[in-house]
């Protein structure tokens, strides 16, 4: 029986990695660069190194450790395989068993944004709640789901991608992935930008945000300050997010929906806008959904790796 | 540890009952009317009579049954308690509890199309696959989720409520849940004739369905025979039925979509209609759902209910 636990969340630039006990308690955190380079060939080995180093560090032996757990941007199977990851170069990468070989450490391995609804769940705002979905409304919109206090990983390691389920017809452009009318089309840091400048397109009224670059923090802090175009954006935005969180609560009636990812960061003010139309989208039975933030932002990832070791115990 | 199961599938007329052994197979199958009158008070008393009946006349002990599953059509919670059965007059009633005091043998119970997926998943369409989603298509739209061989049942009991999940925006009518645009305004037999009385009001076009009633079966036997108008009818309930499964899809990545209800009896000829729209609006990393229909008909509740209490075990 181990004593610790190391999780490590693989990102594009850095992977950031965790010490844990088997409480939960971080130990000790810190980064290590991703180097994509050569098929991103080093990032395991540079991992495991990592985590080779630490344990000789703090004078712990091998059985000390119950496991390493890792988030990982892409589908992830049952055997810990991954079937590429286009941020670190991967093609179909065993990360189970190479992390294993490397570390003689149990490992175990899931999709990034389902491990970190895994983390909202234990340590973050999901807390109280075995039933929710992870929304991170970053760049683009990842997804988590947990049902009874399960991962839903998908058939195919593609559970839980619900910034490319299709809320909108007539959406003349496509999104990254082909579809038109996809959640992340909106409802992301691009896609409220995206919003913003048709709006402003579509209308002559004064407004803060043509001066100066158009975020979605611009969009929230001119909500806030009354900016009347930022208030008709905001509504598109909640709008449609709130008919997406709608649909998905017909499906599986979650208890909650934890939001997270940069343009949460706006804070509850997000929910004024999205909850009238969730209301109005919803099956009755499903009403019930509590809307919470995120609160462990980037360290979701790391706390939900520890989560995936103590799950698979 | 028991040799028998008992399965009851509670309806508005009717109760369909069956005794199975703990492989699945059916030993006897019956049904016995449902008594709605009184806000429904002796419909639990004369299923314990009928199950009691049953067991003294294979002179059974108790010990032989090793549990009684119940499918009901309500919400249904962790404890076996109903949150109201409009069709059988209950409010809240506490199936588990009750079943247990009168016939003194374990009892667990689910809503009915939550345990019709789990039957389809164990004896019918849906044998091999432990990710799927059953969509019924019958006088409305109900739904079963199962992932990873478990049943999504929801934090309030309304988990699979795919009927009203909001598929269309702009739909001037409104759905029986109140809301407007739902999957089963389009996708159920009384969907169909809807969409078909709109798509005949909108045409001159010649049609056999312009004579005589027009249901379900009358469209899709049209679309067989090549009526013209029939195919835009089927294609328009492609398009919205596709678009709903591919929401779905987007959220669980299921491994399989079983079909089943009145509708499914028109055959692999649906999925003709439904698969175009499917895979246009599919985020790609769940395009391998596999359709199939449903296979074990009234008897799925039944087979579902035997299997909630294996599951149990």
Chains 1, 2 share one sequence.
């Not at 965790?18 to 980064?31: H, I, Q, S, T, Y």
């Not at 992390?99 to 769940?121: F, Q, R, S």
């Amino acid at each position: 029986m181990g004593k610790y636990i190391f999780g490590a969340d693989v990102g594009g630039t850095s992977v950031k990695m965790g010490l844990f006990d088997m409480a939960g308690m971080v130990v000790d955190k810190w980064e290590i660069p991703t180097r994509t380079e050569n098929a991103g060939e080093h990032i395991l080995p540079d991992i495991a190194d990592s985590i080779n180093q630490k344990i000789a560090e703090n004078r712990y032996i091998k059985e000390d450790i119950a496991g390493i757990g890792m988030a990982v941007p892409g589908p992830v199977d049952a055997a810990g395989v991954v079937n590429k990851a286009v941020n670190l170069g991967w093609g179909v990468t065993p990360v189970k068993e190479t992390m294993e070989k490397l570390c003689g450490i149990p490992t175990v391995a899931g999709n990034d944004a389902n491990v970190a609804a895994l983390g909202e769940m234990w340590k973050g705002g999901g807390q109280g709640y075995d039933s929710l979905v992870l929304v991170t409304l970053g760049t683009g919109i990842g997804g988590g789901i947990i049902v009874d206090g399960r991962l839903v990983t998908g058939a195919d390691g593609a559970g839980g991608e619900i910034g490319h389920m299709h809320v909108m017809d007539d959406e003349p452009e496509a999104c990254n992935c082909g579809c038109k009318g996809c959640l992340e089309q909106y409802g992301s840091a691009t896609g409220i930008v995206r919003l913003a400048k048709r709006n402003l397109e579509r209308t002559d009224k004064p407004s803060t945000l043509r001066d100066g670059e158009i975020t979605a923090k611009a969009v929230f802090d001119a909500v806030r300050s009354g900016d009347a175009v930022a208030k008709d954006i905001a509504g598109e935005f909640g709008e449609i997010l709130g008919k997406g969180f709608a649909m998905i609560a017909s499906v599986l009636n979650p208890a909650a929906f934890v939001v997270g990812g940069g343009v949460s960061k706006a804070g509850d003010i997000l929910f004024e806008y999205i909850r009238p139309s969730f209301e109005k989208y919803v099956f009755p039975g499903a009403k019930g959904a509590k809307f919470v933030l995120a609160t462990l932002g980037n360290d979701a990832g790391i706390y939900g790796s520890a989560k995936l070791v103590l799950d698979m115990m």
